[in-house]
T-cell receptor
Framework: SQTIHQWPATLVQPVGSPLSLECTVEGTSNPNLYWYRQAAGRGLQLLFYSVGIGQISSEVPQNLSASRPQDRQFILSSKKLLLSDSGFYLC??????????????FGNGTRLTVT | GESVGLHLPTLSVQEGDNSIINCAYSNSASDYFIWYKQESGKGPQFIIDIRSNMDKRQGQRVTVLLNKTVKHLSLQIAATQPGDSAVYFCAENGSNFGNEKLTFGTGTRLTIIP
């Protein structure tokens, strides 16, 4: 069965510091990978998605970037964090099932607090 | 732009009773709808989905109803249990292929009263 791992679970970082959040998927190959941000009381906002190694699409211009160095690894980064980057970051995957893609399956997220 | 919304932000239900969570969507081209459950401190968990060529789909203790005429989606949970307490999100997909156009509602918090 497929599993998704995100780490760290919580993170407190000062303004201006760099960020690296990692997500890995096991039990499947060539997944689509996604980074979402969830603000309190709001819906999920898609930040980036990737359909393959080195292929990144950005949905929202911001202070963040994403990379996919391996098939099942997705990394969310920032060179200098802003206070507004605080939030709950979720990684998700889906796979092609012949006619369409599977529903998104999410990791347990990283709670980022920028101080 | 398109949006997905929920009629009620909170819902309290007595344990053992049935619950209904509602969702409205505005994109008439959406053909795929999903319900997620999110417990505190965790990521959303897939519950059930439905395509626009169906009106109803059942899972274990859950039923999703789709009314395309009024663009309304509902999630019914039968015989609620304490573990059903969570935030429930609906999502609709404006793309008939990938998940890049998935739009999420803000969620309804369901509380099961023992």
């Amino acid at each position: 069965s497929q599993t998704i791992h995100q780490w760290p679970a919580t993170l407190v970082q000062p303004v201006g510091s760099p960020l690296s959040l990692e997500c890995t998927v096991e039990g499947t190959s060539n997944p689509n990978l996604y980074w979402y941000r969830q603000a309190a009381g709001r819906g999920l906002q898609l930040l980036f998605y990737s359909v393959g190694i080195g292929q990144i699409s950005s949905e929202v211009p911001q202070n963040l970037s994403a990379s996919r160095p391996q098939d099942r690894q997705f990394i969310l980064s920032s060179k200098k964090l802003l206070l507004s980057d605080s939030g709950f970051y979720l990684c998700a995957w889906s796979v092609y099932r012949g006619l369409t893609y599977s529903p998104l399956h999410f990791g347990n997220g990283t709670r980022l607090t920028v101080t | 732009g398109e949006s997905v919304g929920l009629h009620l932000p909170t819902l309290s239900v007595q344990e053992g009773d049935n619950s209904i969570i509602n969702c409205a969507y505005s994109n008439s081209a959406s053909d795929y709808f999903i319900w997620y459950k999110q417990e505190s401190g965790k990521g959303p968990q897939f519950i059930i989905d439905i395509r626009s060529n169906m009106d109803k789909r059942q899972g274990q203790r859950v039923t999703v109803l789709l009314n395309k005429t009024v663009k309304h989606l509902s999630l019914q949970i039968a015989a609620t249990q304490p573990g059903d307490s969570a935030v429930y999100f609906c999502a609709e997909n404006g793309s008939n292929f990938g998940n890049e156009k998935l739009t999420f509602g803000t969620g309804t918090r369901l509380t099961i009263i023992p």
